[in-house]
């Protein structure tokens, strides 16, 4: 039984099932806000009975530690699979207390491959041919007819079999070549959307486990299973190409029984599984869902079916050397709205309004004629005049569900092979009255914990903060992805810019862990890391010859290291140094190796540093910078030019970045002969840096705020150099009308460079401005999410073609959390923590927390009159430092009100 005290999980999650690893992690906390002490010691007990656990005999592993850690992977004797274990925590807190967590259990699953039985099993009568379309000459796909493409169907899967006496215990592992969805006798089990999602299938193909003891009685049942194309065969190249992962859809089915007497019973796929198509036509990730209600086949989930309209599935030579168990964060539906508004277009079309930008997709109800054709198209946008524009016009992103009605009662339909970027729908071909609460919206999302709140005195900064929430659930979908409608896809810039945000804002830790095994599995043999993971033929396609991209191919750095940051967790530097290591090897070889042409003569001195200047390939630079890609007056966005403006100083400074931070890395692994040579390193690129981009006054040779943001920021540099530059760039906010300039590589660091320069409230005004562009412009603009481009929306209404949803930008609440709120990290974990509440930041109050490791911190702070009011939350073994008119003063756990008189 749960008690009040603890939150225990394994493997990150409460009381999981199916686990594949003998080594799992435990891991507690104490949830009681602000729960006074330290750990001292723990004692973690694990048997196969709770009993055992309760006597403290007959244990499996009894392990003490003398240690804070609050997590310890498994250190017993070898687990078995398919077993339930039991434990618990006794841990003593440094005034000698002993507290008891209550017990929990988890569940191991397939501990090895053997445990497989079942044979893949390929559904699709031929392989469907790949469709690789024309493009333009930065990559993107040229137009096409919709109606010449050809897609495959939804294909459906049949097994019948019985269960001859009472369950004890069922277990179904299951996964699929494409995207599945499972029924047992017609109705839908589990409620994982989109499985096995978006992974790079030859590293790691999840599989799902459900728990189906108590829908197995006695009798016949049919197990039927829908495979779609999903992420395996949709357009998911940039190119618009489809087949990225393969041509055939298949699946893998093991359902295992135990009988109450003990007996056991396996169902495996085979060649005797029964395969048809019914209604749906197809099933795209990208452009969308045609599905003819007549053809239906519904009985063919159901026992005894007697129609002989199926082929039988063929076995496949798979093995099961990628297959892992997805123990949490599935995708599901978080959300169901009805629209808030609805305009009549023209005679048969309809725009509903579901109020905010979203991820998901549309459940409707209809009562139509039989063979009546409804449309459903998808937008974040709207025209002025109520009127329905695409904001996404790219072909093979079309979003378009058409649906044909068989002409029943109320007939309901939900497009489920896919989810689609929108706020707005326009559904047309409905007769009658329309009903717009026939149509509601599931929002998807990957299951993760919120972690942060945030809320203070002016609501514009309120919206903002929901803004970036929304814009992070919409993109932590499977992947990490850069939006929801366009691409879908993992680029790796948008990741490493954002990643901060993402950790305060939920708890991302194995959801990034997950998707970093897919981009070290990318990183090319000389060390390269793509620019999107999965990386798939169709981007290889597309962005023919960029292997890497400064400031995207970092993420292979910088993500470990916040996540270490966050979580505590060394092993995740651990597990990726190597590839790390890799990376940098490869910018160092392409620094020294290579020189544009105008360059290859020189010789001496110069011809020295240039072997540490990065000055060759393609990059994005500091991608989107306002003043170079955006045409405010047409709305037009360019999106190369900052690209060509930017990405010939970029590579340098983050090639300085990632030494500095290997440097610590290191350092924190222990490897202090690696941390000296990155040192070293950093000094080299450093000197050439200043001696290549520095002017005579040591300003960069640079006239973009973003340049001189990312030079500072990476420390390259110091002295005078660094006071010129600071005014420099300080100069260019003003001379801009003290407006940002900054494009995704810079601005997450720009508040922090002005903050850490003595220009804080320079950084509040960039952040309050209401002037295009600024985050609260896009609040002011009605925003409901983070834009691609600050000038999504522009002021007269226009509305341009980029995302909506993109969280890149958002990563301003990085230091809102830390400045405004004043919560900050000093030590891994948070396990020591400042919390400074930024009482000069103009608003008279804030409170916000945060759910760490250890438990919630949080801090609320008021202004009134001349009396500042402060209350703080430090959890149970952490300290924390409160620093309030420059007084210091150290805190252990618990939670403090204090009261001050304000400093001016
Ligand atoms: C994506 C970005 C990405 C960029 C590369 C875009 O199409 O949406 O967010 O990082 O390309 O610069």
Redesign the pocket.
């Known amino acids: 039984m749960q008690n009040n005290l603890f939150l225990l999980k394994c493997e990150g999650q409460v009381s999981p099932i199916g686990i594949d690893t003998g080594f799992p992690v435990f891991s507690w906390k104490i949830i009681k806000k602000g729960y006074p002490g330290y750990q001292k010691n723990f004692r973690i007990l694990l048997a196969d009975t709770e009993t055992a656990i309760s006597a403290q005999a007959d244990l499996i592993w009894d392990f003490l530690s003398q240690t804070e850690s609050m997590s310890v992977p498994y250190g017993g004797p070898p687990l078995l699979s398919r077993q339930t274990y039991f434990w618990q925590i006794i841990l003593t807190t440094d005034s000698g207390k002993v507290l008891k967590s209550h017990i929990t259990h988890f569940e191991t699953g397939f501990l090895n491959q053997d445990c497989w039985q079942a044979k893949w099993i390929c559904l699709s009568g031929s392989p469907l041919t790949q469709h690789l379309p024309e493009v333009d000459k930065e990559g993107e796909p040229l137009p096409v007819d919709f109606d010449m493409i050809s897609f495959g169907p939804v294909h459906q899967v049949r097994k019948e079999f019985s269960v001859t006496k009472k369950i004890k215990k069922a277990r179904l592992y299951l996964t699929a070549h494409g995207v599945y969805i499972p029924f047992l006798n017609g109705k839908r089990i589990g409620c994982y959307e989109l499985a096995p999602e978006h992974t790079m299938y030859q590293n790691q193909l999840l599989y799902q486990i459900y728990d189906l003891t108590e829908d197995l009685t006695p009798g016949n049942h049919t197990i039927g299973v829908y495979v779609a194309d999903g992420w395996y065969r949709s357009r998911m190249g940039f190119d618009g190409s489809n087949c990225q992962q393969g041509d055939e859809l298949a699946l893998l089915l093991q359902l295992e029984l135990e009988y109450a007497d003990g007996e056991k019973y396996v169902l495996c796929s085979d060649g005797t599984f029964q395969v048809t198509e019914g209604a749906y036509l197809y099933a795209d990730m990208m452009s969308g869902e045609k599905y003819d209600a007549r053809l239906e086949k519904t009985d063919f989930f159901l026992n005894g079916y007697k129609k002989t309209d199926f082929r039988y599935a063929r076995i496949m030579k798979e093995d099961y050397k990628n297959l892992r168990a997805q123990i949490g964060n599935h995708i599901k539906i978080t959300e169901v709205l009805l629209p808030q508004a609805y305009y009549q277009l023209d005679e048969s079309s309809v725009m509903l309004d579901y109020g905010k930008c979203i991820a998901g997709r549309i459940q409707f109800r209809l009562n139509e004629k039989a063979g009546q054709k409804i449309i459903i198209e998808h937008s974040e946008a709207e025209g002025v005049d109520h009127t329905f524009v695409k904001n996404i016009i790219t072909p093979y992103r079309e979003q378009i569900i058409t649906y044909i009605c068989k002409g029943s009662d109320m007939e309901s339909h939900e497009p489920l092979f896919n989810y689609h970027g929108f706020r707005y729908i326009r559904v047309s071909g409905v007769t009658g009255k329309f009903n717009p609460n026939n149509f509601c919206a599931h929002v998807l999302g990957t299951e993760m914990e919120t972690t942060s709140t945030f809320f203070c005195s002016d609501e514009r900064l309120n919206k903002l903060q929901n803004n970036i929430l929304r814009s992070q659930f919409s993109n932590m979908i499977s992947i990490p992805t850069?939006?929801p409608q366009?691409?879908k896809?993992g680029?790796t810039?948008?990741v490493q810019i954002y990643a901060s945000t993402a950790c305060f804002n939920q708890d991302v830790k194995d959801f990034f862990i997950r998707w970093l095994s897919d981009v070290s599995y990318c990183q090319s043999k000389d060390g390269q890391i793509p620019?999107i993971v999965p990386f798939l033929s169709g981007h290889e396609r597309a962005f023919d010859g960029i292997g890497c991209s400064a400031g995207?191919s970092d993420v292979i750095i910088i993500l470990p290291w916040v996540l270490y940051q966050y979580y505590g967790d060394i092993q995740i530097l651990e597990n990726y140094y190597e590839a790390m290591e890799k990376w940098v090897s490869h910018i160092k070889r392409a620094a020294a190796s290579e020189n544009p042409k105008e360059l290859q003569h020189v010789t001496g001195k110069r011809a020295e540093y240039l072997k540490y200047i990065w000055n060759t390939g393609f990059h994005?630079g500091d991608?989107l910078t306002p003043s170079v890609s955006m045409n405010p007056a047409t709305g037009d966005v360019d999106?190369m030019q900052s690209a060509i403006m930017t990405m010939e100083l970029v590579p340098t400074v983050f090639y300085a970045y990632c030494c500095k931070l290997m440097k610590k890395i290191s350092s924190t692994l222990g490897k202090e002969e690696r941390a000296k040579y990155y040192s070293s390193l950093y000094q080299h690129v450093k000197t050439a840096f200043q001696y290549e981009y520095l002017n005579k006054d040591g300003t960069v040779k640079s006239e973009l705020q973003g340049i001189q943001v990312l030079a500072l920021h990476a420390g390259l540099v110091d002295n005078g150099s660094r006071d010129n530059t600071i005014r420099k760039l300080v100069n260019l906010i003003h001379a801009n009308g003290d407006r940002l300039d900054t494009g995704?590589l810079s601005t997450p660091y720009l508040l922090d460079v002005l903050t850490d320069a003595g220009y804080k409230q320079l950084a509040y005004k960039l952040l309050y401005s209401e002037e295009f562009p600024s985050w609260l412009y896009e609040v002011k603009m009605g925003a409901t999410s983070i834009w691609?481009s600050w000038q999504a929306i522009l002021p007269d209404g226009q509305v341009s073609h980029v995302?909506m949803a993109?969280y890149?930008f958002g990563c301003v609440g990085d230091w809102m959390y830390r400045n405004i709120i004043g919560i900050r990290s000093e030590a891994p974990g948070y396990k020591k923590i400042r919390i400074e509440p930024g009482l000069d930041c103009g608003l008279i109050s804030a409170k916000g927390s945060y759910e760490s490791i250890y438990g919630l911190i949080s801090c609320e702070w008021k202004i009134h009159e001349n009396q500042v009011s402060i209350d703080v939350i430090v959890p149970f073994n952490t300290t924390a430092e409160l620093v309030v008119n420059n007084n210091e003063i150290v805190l252990s756990a618990g939670s403090y009100h204090f009261e001050y008189k304000k400093e001016n």
Do not use: N, P, Q, Y
């Open positions: 850069d939006c366009r691409e896809a680029w810039g948008d620019i995207w994005f991608w999106l995704f691609e995302s993109h890149a």
